[in-house]
């Protein structure tokens, strides 16, 4: 399976632009089409294709070439735990680029991994404004309300994560819902 640094190289290798070419129509039923794939996927390797495949077209969203390559910088610099440098990367990302979901997303990441929370939750609200879908960034701030206790809040951003992508690898995360009709502590029988 590719990597997501993998994936923004064959990205960088293709001529800029991709996912924008062509009519706006175009490129939102090409979206359309590849959330209805990740959320029809039957197994988990037709799920993980469809993930990708929103990977890449969320990367090829970047406005131009040198975003692009920021982006990849700062995840380069991410994986290899200088998050001071991928801040500092992404912080020219979202002033140049607002508009790029991605960019909030990228360092919505690195915030929370620098232990930011609440600087990730104001990135991952940008984020999803953006782009509705970001099934990443909704898993994320499932992460962080759950890790702050507010596990309802928490379990409702991560099902909605799941809904949009039932493959989901946090989706072990999600509690059972008791369902009405299950009797419990406090229940009539």
Known sequence: MPTRRSLLLAL????????????????AMRRDELFR???NAMTEREGRLAEDAVWRMWMEMAPSLD???AVADAMDARESYD??????????????????????NQRAFVRFLKEDFDGS???IERALALEPKHFAALAGKAMILMRQGRMELGQEALRQAVEIH????????????????????????
């Open 166 to 189: 039932p493959w989901l690898r946090e989706r072990s995360m999600l509690l059972p819902v008791p369902s009405e009709a299950t009797p419990g502590p406090g229940r009539d029988i």
């Open 83 to 104: 998050f001071d440098k991928a801040l500092v990367i992404l912080d020219r990302v979202v002033m140049q680029a607002s508009g790029y979901s991605e960019g909030w």
């Open 121 to 123: 939750l104001e990135d």
């Open 37 to 39: 794939r990740l959320r």
């Open 67 to 69: 975003i692009a390559r």
């Open 12 to 27: 960088l290798l293709l001529p800029w632009p991709t996912f924008a070419q062509g009519s706006d129509d175009a490129a």
